[in-house]
Nanobody, 122 residues
């Protein structure tokens, strides 16, 4: 019923920048939290950044000062601006939406995007 689609991934050189976007579609009434997670080969998925509906943000220590998360509530879209990229940022980045309310539905549900590949070369 609800679909999240990421875009903006790609291959960049260390020190470069990328801007990821994720648009949620469906009969959405509201979304509480939105965020970005990433998973490198052989590693567990980790939280990168989150943002609440009111604009409160959180970041994993390794990206503080380099990444910025933002959202457009009217368009149900979340962004991740990534600057000063490092090879260790290489991973599949996943968009997440928590407590999504839909028309005619119960309290809320969580959804994930399909992921977008980010590769940083050195």
């Amino acid at each position: 019923q609800v679909r999240l689609v990421e875009s903006g991934g790609g291959l960049v050189q260390a020190g470069g920048s990328l801007r990821l976007s994720c648009a949620a579609s469906g009969s959405i009434v509201s979304i509480n939290d939105m965020g970005w997670y990433r998973q490198a080969p052989g590693k567990l998925r980790e939280l990168v950044a989150t943002i609440t509906s009111s604009g409160t943000t959180n970041y994993v220590d390794s990206v503080k000062g380099r990444f910025t998360i933002s959202r457009d509530n009217a368009k149900n879209t979340v962004f991740l601006q990534m600057n000063s990229l490092k090879p260790e940022d290489t991973a599949v980045y996943y968009c997440n939406a928590r407590i999504v309310r839909v028309r005619g539905g119960p309290g809320g549900s969580d959804y994930w995007g399909q992921g977008t590949q980010v590769t940083v070369s050195s």
